[in-house]
């Protein structure tokens, strides 16, 4: 049985990085100083001394709260906030998950329940789109449920950042699908740390942003930690153009180990610093007050198509 490189004890997982396996132990200790490289590297806890971390219950996102704890949880102030979306046979375990990894760190959770707290569902987002009632699919209405919530919680409660799980993976399969539809423009907010350009809109930062899916899945079986294991019933087909993508980068990198640190490096470096934009001029929402570039926020769109019975209209 291969041996950890560093104690001899057996072997966890195989890393490129030292040419042989780690174990369970000196895996975390590895992962968790990548994650130490990445934040000092971007500054990424630069003036912050609470933070609040959103917690879906998958995988990189228990793996964050739990790395931050570890190397940070004396310096800074930390908060787990966890969104029940009303999925059926989804929410209920996810919620069950980010309450247990509460209890093994100690660190407070706050849970927001999307039907109690706001009257709708992703489920009924989902209903919605496939009777063709709305054209913008449960996804794409889960992210601006989650962005929005997040943020407003956080500037509610005054905190100076909101860290999530976004992983190497996740950027470099958002930025293909981006330049292959030619929505660059999409990119620029694609980055390590997204400053706060508002007061009421808060700082971002992206702590596993140089992980894989691999990398955060390994790190929590290390760690024995829950994570949810159902997937979610709206979960876009592998044959769409991001999976297919995700998956070709993989095949890449199989090949060309290092293609995805310089896919993401020249990312950061090169192609997002040349994309022009124009600084959008933000209006209080009309309904809810938070910024927006339209009359009314696209949450509180959303939210009055899918709770009164107007939704016939195809605004989304
Ligand atoms: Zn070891
Ligand atoms: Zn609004």
């Not at 990198?253 to 022009?276: D, H, Q, T």
């Amino acid at each position: 049985m291969a041996k950890c490189r560093i104690c001899g004890k057996p072997g966890f997982v195989y890393v490129s990085e030292y040419k042989g396996y780690l174990c369970k132990e000196h895996y975390s200790r590895f992962i968790e100083s990548k994650v130490d490289r990445c934040v000092k590297r971007f500054a990424l806890l630069r003036g912050i001394k609470r933070l609040l971390i959103g917690l879906s219950g998958g995988k990189d996102s228990i793996a964050l709260l739990y790395i931050m704890n570890r190397l940070y949880g004396d310096k800074i102030e930390l908060e787990g906030l966890h969104i029940n979306l009303g999925i059926p046979g989804y929410s209920g375990e996810s919620q069950q998950i980010v309450d247990k990894l509460s209890s093994i760190t100690g660190i407070k959770v706050s849970f927001i329940n999307l039907c109690a707290d706001y009257g709708f569902s992703i489920k009924k987002a989902a209903d919605y789109y496939f009777k063709k009632r709305i054209n913008r699919p449960p996804c794409s209405v889960c992210g601006t449920v989650k962005r929005y919530l997040l943020n407003k919680y956080a500037v509610e409660k005054g905190f100076d950042a909101v860290a999530t799980g976004h992983n190497l993976d996740d950027i470099l399969r958002f930025a293909s699908t981006n330049i292959v539809t030619g929505d660059v423009s999409n990119l620029v907010k694609q980055v390590p740390r997204e400053e706060s350009t508002h007061p009421k809109i808060v700082t971002k930062i992206r702590p596993l942003c140089y992980l894989s899916n691999k990398e955060t899945l390994n790190y929590v079986e290390a760690n024995n930690l829950p994570i949810v294991r159902t997937t979610c019933p709206y979960k876009p087909s592998e044959r769409k153009l991001a999976p297919m993508l995700a998956s070709k980068i993989g095949e890449i990198e199989a090949v060309i180990p290092g293609f995805k640190s310089m896919y993401i490096n020249n990312l950061w470096r090169k192609i997002i610093p040349s994309i022009k934009t124009e600084p959008v001029e933000l209006n209080e929402c009309e309904i809810c007050g938070m910024p927006t570039s339209i009359k009314v926020c696209s949450f509180c769109k959303i939210r009055h198509i899918l709770t009164s019975d107007q939704s016939e209209e195809r605004f989304l």
